[in-house]
């Protein structure tokens, strides 16, 4: 049972008297038990709210010399880039900021399925994590569309005309979202209004997220319930500099991109103002979209591309009941472990596809693997369950390295 | 930590008409709450302004046979092609029966050589290929969709591709011999 320390600075002891605050923090920040086996695919959770931090502190800054206008937009981030004061080192920074945002979340989200993070009794903290995904993706595309450039118009007009797909009221939801009969200055600015809002829910989010996570603390590699004071160690000083070491592997990868290949994730046609009357010949997402729209194209049916698309994150919801296994962590799967490894090249074959023309063999390919996609999360994963032979698990964390060989 | 209270006394008559209110007044909350959101949503639909700016006049004169210009209409491109004879026979002795979304050349038009539509591709909206002479027209010798290879022929109906409608006919009427108006 954690008991609050007795404050001896007066002043402290003060402000705490009546807000606690102070003792919150020491709580959920310094004495906090951490499992005590936690490797470094643990990091990437911090990592994903420092993202999240320095995407919003240099968006508020660009939002001070940005127009949400379509006759200023283009030329507003260009003076961004050429006259602001270090406007180049802000813009570079959230640009790359979002490939590293995705990277980071995307290993983390793998980091759930592997160890299996996702099951009782974290449904709820896993939950949360599908809807801090689904409000970045939506954050990331608006983001996107600000700068006006041809990807940015394009991306728009395409990715806003899915919802045309839905019968009866797809056409009239497709107006809504612009604002008139086409992505123009309306939707701009609703985008950017949007832009700055979603990263505040996300902010939110976090924190329920992380409140999730206190209550039944970190899963662990071993994927077994710690017990006892034995299992755990306080966050700090443990946790706090075991994320600082990997913040700064982090930075130092970050910054190469933003100082020697800042335009290394980005499109070159969207430095091409927007123009609604050409559409440039080979439309592509940004990167961190592109295995779902190969499963959008990999369905010949329009609105069944685009359910497949939506279904292939909104399943992840249920994936703690298709799996039936009880244990968590895949070191102790032998069978499971081998098409975890699978799925992941399945996503990246998917990604693969997804930069591609929709020509073939392409076209087969995707198709493949989409059905492949959805074939493991609904049939495989419940299968493997109910009939892979777990390997023993240890008694404790503490007991593989207590006990004598 | 205190156990929570129980409430109230709950003897039947009381304890329901209580039930009652509260289910009353959640309601009209739920409703009162609905009204008051539906005024944020219009906002978001076309403005007066966005509307007003629903008709363009064009002067088609200068559109020789076999040519083709695009406009603009409510920020999409209008094709308006000037067919050729072969065009017109071309798109007419199709089996309508066959086509994905039914429609017979004489529906899609007012007068024969003057094909007017929206060009703006009904699979995710991007503009097809077509207008110029240079132009991929794919197999049906009309138009092309660059994105995601939709094939249209020369009334605009689509032929081949994931593209679920024909290019969609916007309202105009020909004012003169020489001017239409669009919208």
């Not at chain 2, 944020?40 to 076999?66: K, Q, R, W």
Request: hydrophobic letters at 50%; aromatic letters at 16%; proline letters at 8%.
């Amino acid at each position: 049972m954690y008991t609050p320390p007795t404050w001896n600075n007066k002043a402290v002891k003060w402000f705490d008297d009546r807000l606690p605050i102070v003792t919150l923090m020491h709580k959920e920040l310094i004495v906090y038990p951490a499992p005590k086996n936690l490797n470094y695919w643990w990091n990437f959770g911090s990592l994903a709210g420092i993202a999240l931090v320095i995407m919003v502190a240099t968006g508020i800054f660009l939002a001070m010399n940005y127009t949400a206008h379509v006759d200023y937009a283009f030329n507003s981030v260009e003076r961004i880039m050429r006259d602001v004061n270090y406007g180049w080192l802000l813009r570079y920074i959230h640009m790359n900021g979002a490939s590293m945002f995705f990277i980071v979340v995307y290993i983390h989200v793998f980091r759930g399925l592997y160890y299996g993070s996702y099951k009782a009794p974290r449904e709820v903290l896993w939950w949360l994590g599908i809807v801090i995904m689904l409000l970045m993706m939506a954050s990331a595309f608006m983001g996107y569309v600000l700068p006006w450039g041809q990807m940015s118009f394009w991306g728009a007009t395409v990715i806003t005309n899915l919802f045309s797909a839905f019968p009866v009221v797809g056409e009239s939801i497709v107006t809504l979202l612009w604002g008139g009969f086409s992505v123009a200055n309306p939707t701009l600015n609703r985008f950017f209004a949007l832009h700055y809002l979603f990263p505040m829910i996300l902010f939110a989010v976090v924190f329920i997220h992380l409140w999730a996570l206190h209550a039944k603390k970190s899963n662990n590699p071993l994927g077994i319930d710690a017990k006892g004071p034995n299992d755990f160690i306080p966050f700090h000083p443990y946790y706090t500099v075991k994320d600082a070491f990997g913040l700064g592997i982090f930075l130092m990868i970050f910054a190469y991109f933003v100082f020697f290949q800042p335009n290394f994730f980005g499109e070159p046609d969207n430095y091409i103002p927007a123009n609604p009357m050409v559409t440039p010949p080979h439309i592509v997402p940004e990167w961190y979209f592109l295995p779902f729209y190969a499963i959008l194209r990999s369905v010949p049916d329009k609105l069944g591309g685009v359910l497949a698309m939506f279904g292939a994150i909104l399943i992840l919801f249920i994936l703690p009941w298709l799996d039936t296994s009880k244990v968590r962590s895949a070191t102790f799967r032998p069978i499971f472990k081998w098409f975890f490894w699978l799925f992941l090249a399945d996503c990246f074959v998917l990604g693969y596809i997804g930069a591609q023309g929709a020509e073939e063999p392409y076209v087969t390919i995707g198709q493949v693997a989409t059905v492949y996609y959805f074939l493991h999360l609904l049939v495989i994963v419940p299968l493997v369950g109910w009939f892979e032979k777990p390997r023993p698990l240890p008694e404790s964390i503490s007991a593989p390295v207590t006990t004598k060989a | 930590m205190a156990e929570a209270e129980n409430t109230a006394p709950t003897t039947g008559g009381e304890s329901s008409r209580r039930d009652f209110l509260i289910y009353g007044t959640s309601a009209l909350a739920a409703v009162g709450t609905a009204l008051a959101v539906w005024p944020f949503i219009s906002s978001m639909n076309p403005a007066a302004d966005t509307l007003a700016l629903a008709s363009t006049e064009v002067d088609i004169s200068a559109v020789e046979d076999g040519q083709a210009i695009t406009v603009v209409w409510r920020g999409k491109p209008v094709f308006i092609r000037h067919r050729t004879e072969e065009n017109i026979e071309a798109a007419r002795s199709v089996d309508v029966a066959e086509l994905r979304d039914p429609q017979t050349d004489e529906d899609r038009v007012k007068e024969a050589p003057w094909l007017i539509m929206i060009g703006v591709c009904t699979h995710l909206g991007c503009i097809p290929l077509g207008q110029k002479d240079g132009d991929p027209k794919g197999d049906f010798g009309g138009w092309f969709c660059p994105c995601h290879g939709s094939h249209y022929d020369t009334s605009g109906r689509i032929r081949k591709g994931p593209a679920p409608l024909n290019l969609p006919i916007p309202p105009y009427a020909f004012l003169d011999d020489t001017t239409v108006k669009i919208g």
